[in-house]
């Protein structure tokens, strides 16, 4: 069974840590991406990488970095946390826009 | 930029009826992929369904089928049968086929009735 793994279900973190949410594909998809969940807000994309080393600024960028040494992990940096980055976190990665996204289980960031 | 619309942000259905979601969206392109998934309640986000665009017929998967109306940009979700499985947060998703990105509607929360 496919998977993406998302290192944390709940996380508690204090303003101006630096956090590091880690994701995981076994699909060998070159395409993973960092989304945001918050309600009333649908789903709100931070950034994406297309290929190793190779990222993409989405639509809410700011406040957050990513690394992708791996194909197969693209980890999302919350530089100095803030409590406005308190949401809920998904990851996915895709073969190609046409299949659809899979995603992982989401990381709940609660920044105090 | 492109933009998905959900209209209803809770919508309820008695067990055993049918159910229909809405959602419109807004693309100059040609070519693209629209999605529907489902997030249950504290689960994992699926994939339910999938339209192309240059495809007339729309997309069914056993209860669930698409109405997709490309002229109006509408592409509706609907859930025959309804079961208190299908009780969660669906989301519509857009796709251009040059980008593997997606946006997303805000949601629809459905309660399934018993």
């Known amino acids: 069974d496919v998977k993406v793994t998302q290192s944390s279900r709940y996380l508690v973190k204090r303003t101006g840590e630096k956090v590091f949410l880690e994701c995981v594909q076994d699909m060998d998809h070159e395409n993973m991406f960092w989304y945001r969940q918050d309600p009333g807000l649908g789903l709100r994309l931070i950034y994406f990488?297309?290929?190793?080393?190779?990222?993409e600024k989405g639509d809410i960028p700011e406040g957050y970095s990513v690394s992708r040494e791996k194909k197969e992990r693209f980890s999302l940096i919350l530089e100095s946390a803030s409590t406005n980055q308190t949401s809920m976190y998904l990851c996915a990665s895709s073969l190609q826009g046409a299949n659809g996204y899979t995603f992982g289980s989401g990381t709940r960031l609660t920044v105090v | 930029a492109q933009t998905v619309t959900q209209s209803q942000p809770e919508m309820s259905v008695q067990e055993a009826e049918t159910v229909t979601l809405s959602c419109t969206y807004d693309t100059s392109e040609s070519d693209y992929y629209l999605f529907w998934y489902k997030q249950p309640p504290s689960r994992q986000m699926i994939l339910v369904i999938r339209?192309?665009?240059?495809?007339?017929q729309n997309a069914t998967e056993n209860r669930f089928s698409v109405n997709f109306q490309k002229a109006a940009k509408s592409f509706s979700l609907k859930i025959s049968d309804s079961q208190l499985g299908d009780a969660a947060m669906y989301f519509c998703?857009?796709?251009?086929?040059?980008?593997?990105?997606?946006?997303f509607g805000d949601g629809t929360t459905l309660t399934v009735k018993p």
């Open positions: 998703a857009y796709c251009t086929t040059n980008a593997g990105k997606s946006t």
């Open positions: 339209q192309e665009a240059y495809k007339q």
């Open positions: 990488s297309y290929d190793v080393k190779m990222k």
